[in-house]
């Protein structure tokens, strides 16, 4: 079974600086795609950012980027300029085609990213 | 307007009672999907509908039981609350087997009592 681990449960930052969430996953597979979700106070989970393993270039959505490292099983996220509104949980989520043609994700445990003014 | 939404958000019960909580998605989207985030924020999938057929059923007590009467709803009825069941629920929708990630309602928060 695939896992994805995000290890650090609670983050900080001062707003308009930089900082970055880590996520790391196990698997076997070589073809999967990875995504990042964020889910503020209101409870809406969001989808941020995707990425296709199979492409080598790093996925960029605005102020929100990752790093990609295939051969480290390393997916983190990058927040440029913190505002306000990026406080949130965050989770790394990964997915694969399994038996029958099902995507079936896994996410991780989550992080509390908290952005101070 | 919303492009999946889930009703109602909030839900408080009494053990033993049976539930529903209706999802419905206006974008077009094949695929949809009920998640339930436990008290940890732990996300897990429950069941999937494509296109009305049933694609995904993990471990879930068959209490519940979804129910997806065209490819833009799905439903989720819970048999004999318990309190473990108590949660927040998510419906989502996606295209394409959710390669390009899910849309997400907005969560029914369901406590049993």
């Known amino acids: 079974a695939q896992t994805v681990t995000q290890s650090q449960p609670e983050m900080s930052v001062q707003e308009a600086e930089t900082v970055t969430l880590s996520c790391t996953y196990d698997?076997?597979?070589?073809?999967?795609?990875l995504f990042w979700y964020k889910q503020p106070p209101s409870r809406q989970m969001i989808l941020v950012i995707r990425q296709e393993a199979y492409k080598q270039q790093n996925a960029t959505e605005n102020r929100f980027s990752v790093n990609f490292q295939k051969a480290a099983k390393s997916f983190s996220l990058k927040i440029s300029d913190s505002q306000l509104g990026d406080t949130a949980m965050y989770f790394c989520a990964f997915m694969m085609r399994g038996a029958g043609g099902s995507y079936i994700p896994t996410f991780g445990r989550g992080t509390s990213l908290i952005v101070h003014p | 307007d919303t492009a999946v939404s889930q009703t109602p958000k909030y839900l408080v019960t009494q053990m033993g009672n049976d539930k529903s909580i209706k999802c419905e998605q206006n974008?077009?989207?094949?695929?949809m999907y009920w998640y339930k985030q436990d008290s940890k924020k732990f996300l897990k999938i429950m069941f999937s509908?494509?296109?009305?057929?049933?694609?995904i059923n993990e471990t879930v007590p068959n209490r519940f039981s979804p129910k997806s009467p065209d490819k833009a709803h799905l439903n989720l009825h819970i048999n004999s609350l318990e309190l473990g069941d108590s949660a927040v629920y998510f419906c989502?929708?996606?295209?394409?087997?959710?390669?390009?990630?899910?849309?997400f309602g907005s969560g029914t928060r369901l406590t049993v009592v």
């Open positions: 509908y494509n296109n009305k057929e049933l694609i």
């Open positions: 974008l077009g989207h094949d695929t």
């Open positions: 989502a929708s996606s295209q394409d087997r959710a390669k390009d990630g899910y849309t």
């Open positions: 698997t076997s597979e070589n073809n999967y795609y």
